[in-house]
């Protein structure tokens, strides 16, 4: 077990690079088991997600090599297996995506019940509705595993009740080697859809529409491996963007795709912050206080919900009452608790959240409840005034690399230690 010890109170400043996004890569990697020949995945972040996803890959008789830190060959022609135990499954929350990656290969797939960040009920009922409509047939669920099965997947028009990036995502692997045409409306729009759509066309799929609301996808019988390059991670530079304005620091953020950041943009415009774009970089800084603001989170291009606990530290530090409303998950209001430790003023009322701000937020023990809360105390402890300690990092490390690294390149005061050594350091 390891802790983040963040003495806070130092302004952010300087460069840092973006990594590959965390929720582009695992949808990319159980998608090369569509592939007939060997796949080069570039850009790869280096995260505890990764890493699980690797190695379900390796599990099922995948050939995996690492080539350096974020490049990664696969070669899935040798594949021995359809199932992906629930000891791994449980891990993280992608794992599902291996339901429509090998029913599409095998005609068959059983995966364990995914796991990952706990905020709320978060139900595969639209995944399941897609796969039926192309013709499987779904088991009942036995011993937390899900098995699909389906001699041959046939094209069909598939309306998803609500936007879901998980149920496009999982329907496009099942339907681009099905017989015939799919369809899917009320898509998620999501840049990491784009990004499984276009690596999916570059082994020879035909998939059109993806951005929009329509997905068009013509059935193919074969595909091919592929050099491919994961997009920049959003949400970790929306990260940065707001580490650097909780801090009043003056940071650039490279490798990023300026469009991908529009909505988080916007609303620290409106908070007083000042953002300047470049080409693939982008540059944050703060020099006055804080400006209320209401933030409501939506599928994309709305305010993403990955970065609502992060856009928290900042409601809570400014000026005047703000308003934060998440109606994408149920319970993702959680970690207001741990953040109340640290002085923030705030009232929880089902899927809305008020904000008092406060001049400054104080230090105090915390623990990361899940992947994007538990960024969000780093940003409070960088913000506040005295020594943090924040348990449970190992949410953290599911979806950002090189955290601890890159905030000390920027000035933070933060280190990663074990959580005995922590111990025998206080009884010494």
Not at 18 to 36: F, R
Not at 185 to 202: G, M, Y
Not at 322 to 344: A, C, H, K, P, Q
Request: net charge negative; aromatic share 4%.
């Amino acid at each position: 077990m390891e802790k983040y010890c963040v003495s806070g109170g130092h302004r952010l400043t300087g460069a840092v690079e973006i990594s590959g996004a965390k929720n582009a890569a695992v949808a990319v990697l159980p998608a090369t088991i569509l592939a007939e020949g060997l796949c080069r995945i570039e850009n790869v972040p280096n995260i505890e997600d990764v890493a699980t996803t690797l190695e379900i890959l390796a599990s099922l008789g995948a050939e995996v090599r690492r080539i350096n830190k974020n490049t990664v060959e696969i070669d899935t022609r040798h594949l021995h297996s359809h199932v992906v135990p629930h000891d791994l499954a449980r891990h993280m929350r992608a794992s599902y995506y291996f339901l429509g990656a090998l029913l599409s290969r095998f005609g068959a797939s059983r995966v364990g019940m995914p796991g990952g960040c706990n905020f709320g009920v978060r139900p595969i009922d639209q995944h399941l509705k897609g796969f039926t409509a192309l013709g499987a047939t779904v088991s009942p669920m036995e011993n937390g595993m899900i098995e699909v099965l389906a001699p041959r997947l046939m094209g069909n028009s598939i309306y998803l009740d609500k936007i879901t990036v998980g149920a496009t995502v999982n329907i496009m692997l099942a339907a681009v080697k099905a017989r015939g045409n799919t369809v899917i409306e009320n898509a998620a729009k999501e840049p990491h859809v784009v990004d499984l759509a276009i690596f999916l066309n570059s082994m020879g799929a035909e998939v059109s529409g993806a951005g929009t609301d329509v997905i068009k996808i013509r059935g193919v019988e074969k595909m091919y491996g592929a050099t491919y390059s994961i997009i920049p991670d959003q949400i970790e530079a929306g990260t940065y963007m707001a580490a650097a304005a909780a801090t009043g620091g003056d940071i650039v953020i490279k490798n990023i795709i300026p469009k991908h950041l529009e909505s988080i943009t916007a609303k620290l415009e409106e908070m007083g912050v000042g953002v300047e774009e470049y080409d693939d970089s982008i540059r944050v800084w703060r020099d006055c206080p804080l400006k209320h603001c209401n933030v409501k989170t939506m599928p994309h291009p709305g305010f993403p919900t990955d970065m609502q606990p992060q856009i928290s530290v900042l409601l809570a530090n400014a000026d005047g009452t703000s308003i934060l409303t998440d109606d994408v998950w149920d319970n993702r209001f959680r970690y207001l608790d741990e953040m109340r430790r640290m002085g923030v003023q705030v009232q929880v009322d089902g899927k809305v959240a008020v904000f008092q701000g406060v001049e400054q937020l104080a230090a105090a023990p915390v623990k990361a409840l899940d992947l994007r809360a538990g960024v969000a105390m780093v940003i409070a402890a960088l913000a506040a005034r005295g020594d943090t300690e924040i348990e449970d990092v190992h949410h953290i490390e599911r979806g950002y690399e090189d955290l601890v690294v890159k905030l000390a390149g920027l000035g933070a005061d933060i280190r990663r230690v074990e959580v005995m050594e922590t111990a025998r350091s206080l009884s010494s």
